[in-house]
């Protein structure tokens, strides 16, 4: 069974600085992993999607790095905003069943 | 394009009482999903359908809980009885499968509060 662990699981940091989110996950077995972010009271918003096959994606400012065979991925997030603050999931795709198990999640805030 | 569309927003019911979620997947996905948030146990996966089918519904917790999926375009998730013990965030998803494992797309979720 996947289980996903995400750290840390708070962090505070002010605007500005370039930040550092870490995933891992038990199961290498995965098709692709996903990084959504979560505001309160509402949905999740799909980030970045990796394919297993590769081992980074960029969208603006975010950067998500995968390593199957070690079971880590990262999202580095640069310069980061007041409106970057939210939660950040990780949830990787164990294809063979095509779910998604997600980490509990870390909890970002950005200071003005 | 229009997102995932679930209702309601926020049910409010008593103990013992029938709830039905709704969910309106993306036009032209053919997966969708039917996730529970709660704060002890984060996100997990109740049950999920490809083609209007139900491939995997191991997540459901109880047989109180049951989803249909009539057509394309609309899913069901109810619970018969309600329990207090089921009070989350109900979220639908859906994606589309091409060459390549496509993103799921979620809903706004519907919170349950079972009094």
């Known amino acids: 069974k996947q289980e996903v662990t995400q750290i840390p699981a708070a962090l505070s940091v002010p605007e500005g600085e370039n930040l550092v989110l870490n995933c891992s996950f038990t199961d290498s077995a995965i098709y692709n992993l996903q990084w959504f972010r979560q505001d309160p009271g509402k949905g999740l918003t799909s980030l970045l999607l990796?394919?297993?096959?590769?081992r980074e994606q960029t969208s603006g400012r975010l950067n998500a790095s995968l390593d199957k065979s070690s079971g880590r991925s990262t999202l580095y997030i640069a310069a980061s905003q007041p409106g970057d603050s939210a939660t950040y999931l990780c949830?990787?795709?164990?294809?063979?069943?095509?779910?998604?198990?997600f980490g509990s999640g870390t909890q970002l805030t950005v200071l003005p | 394009d229009a997102g995932v569309i679930q209702s309601p927003r926020h049910e409010v019911t008593e103990m013992g009482q029938e709830v039905t979620l709704r969910c309106k997947p993306i036009?032209?996905?053919?997966?969708l999903f039917w996730y529970r948030q709660t704060m002890m146990r984060g996100l997990e996966l109740l049950i999920y359908f490809n083609n209007n089918v139900p491939i995997d519904d191991s997540g459901m917790p109880e047989d109180r809980f049951s989803a249909k999926m009539p057509n394309a375009s609309f899913s069901t998730l109810k619970i018969q009885p309600s329990e207090p013990r089921d009070s989350a965030v109900y979220f639908c998803?859906?994606?589309?499968?091409?060459?390549?494992?496509?993103?799921?797309?979620f809903g706004d979720g519907t919170r349950l509060s079972i009094l």
């Open positions: 036009s032209g996905h053919d997966y």
């Open positions: 998803a859906s994606s589309f499968t091409g060459q390549q494992h496509q993103p799921q797309h």
């Open positions: 990796i394919q297993s096959s590769q």
């Open positions: 949830a990787p795709d164990s294809g063979s069943a095509r779910q998604l198990t």
